[in-house]
């Protein structure tokens, strides 16, 4: 597969393809999110060890490859900063689920103390900014737009003009 010939190929497409290429990551991000969740709660309730399948990978690329996390980490920044932009909705989706890894990785909060909940308020935070993308992305007009709409109340997206 020649990348300069998918670069033109993009290039060359109608705003309809491109929106359509859109749409379709967007599904993608959102089944990614849905298994990412699905994995996450599986492993954290359903094993015997106790431990999510993503706490025990990050511990073990942490210790055996820091460098590579931290690169990939960097990687990751500017590639789903680019997804914000073209698949807000799609984002949003790997948004909440982030948030909800946090949230179901928080430990126990045995003395309620401002250092004990932080964690589980930054998961709480990541994922209403997850349903904030979601939000942006989604049409006002379309079957999810008006569920979306009515569930949360959601407000005409700002329009932003030029000073």
Not at 16 to 34: I, N, W
Not at 46 to 72: C, E, M, N, Q
Not at 132 to 148: H, M, P, Q, S, V
């Amino acid at each position: 597969m020649n990348p300069g010939l998918m670069r033109e190929a993009f290039r060359n497409s109608t705003d309809e393809d491109r929106r359509q290429y859109f749409r379709y990551l967007e599904k993608l991000l959102r089944y990614l999110a849905l298994m990412l969740i699905v994995v996450e709660v599986f492993t954290t309730f359903y094993t015997s060890i106790g431990h999510s399948f993503f706490t025990r990978w990050v511990a073990y690329a942490a210790l055996d490859a820091p460098i590579a996390v931290k690169i990939l980490a960097i990687v990751s920044i500017l590639i789903l900063f680019s997804l914000r932009g073209y698949a807000p909705s799609g984002y949003g989706s790997l948004e909440v689920a982030v948030g909800i890894i946090v949230i179901l990785n928080t430990p126990d909060i045995a003395q309620p103390s401002i250092p004990a909940i932080i964690p589980l308020l930054t998961g709480a935070y990541i994922g209403v900014r997850g349903l904030d993308n979601i939000a942006k992305g989604l049409r006002r007009n379309g079957r999810l737009g008006r569920i979306f709409g009515l569930l949360f109340n959601n407000p005409e997206p700002e329009k932003k003009t030029a000073t």
